[in-house]
């Protein structure tokens, strides 16, 4: 299964219609949150099934405001991650990810892109391709699976499009964009 994983588009879809006609054979859209509606237009889109979970901006306040995904390699547990404070560490959703037999999160609230891996569970946050928080100028996932392996990678924007990194303001910026409620 090939899936792309975006997030925390908050209303601005331009650059995932430029990238999702580069992409090939791709199984499933999975949006991370932060708009939900964003995910439903590119329902209505794009001819590939999307699948999606609310973030904060979205209202979603429940600890239940979370899927599960069904691969062949297994389970892969979708939330937004602000319920689980991800700005802070990532054991929230490994215990998550733990009890509901996950093998895989599937993330975003940080607008920053993560692969990382801990007790076999993965990481896997796409950053935002429209708030970066991390001086690129934008990123979303490709994750790929098979029965026996779960591969995955972070894409940027400037990469797929041929430009090249924009560089942006460090420390000062980010302390400004992590002001929203979580």
């Known amino acids: 299964m090939k899936i792309f994983v975006i997030g925390d588009t908050h209303g601005k879809l331009n650059k995932v219609r430029d990238i999702y ?3 090939k054979n791709i199984d499933l859209i999975v949006h991370t949150g932060d708009y939900l509606r964003d995910a439903q237009a590119l329902s209505r889109e794009l001819n590939v099934p999307v699948t999606a979970v609310k973030g904060n901006c979205d209202g979603s306040f429940s600890e239940s405001d979370f899927k599960t995904i069904e691969t062949e390699y297994g389970k892969l547990l979708l939330t937004h991650g602000h319920m689980e404070n991800v700005k802070l560490q990532l054991s929230n959703l490994m215990y998550k990810a733990m009890e509901n037999q996950c093998r895989a999160v ?3 609230h940080t607008h920053q892109a993560l692969i990382d891996e801990a007790n076999g569970i993965h990481f896997i946050n796409p950053g935002s391709l429209t708030h970066p928080r991390d001086g690129s100028s ?3 996932a490709i994750v790929r699976t098979t029965e026996d392996s779960l591969d995955a990678s972070i894409v940027y924007y ?3 499009m041929g430009g090249h990194k924009k560089t942006q303001a460090g ?5 400004l964009n992590y002001s929203d409620r979580f």
């Open 158 to 160: 400037s990469t797929i």
């Open 171 to 175: 420390y000062i910026r980010n302390l």
């Open 138 to 140: 934008g990123s979303y």
């Open 21 to 23: 006609p580069k992409l």
């Open 106 to 108: 599937l993330f975003g």
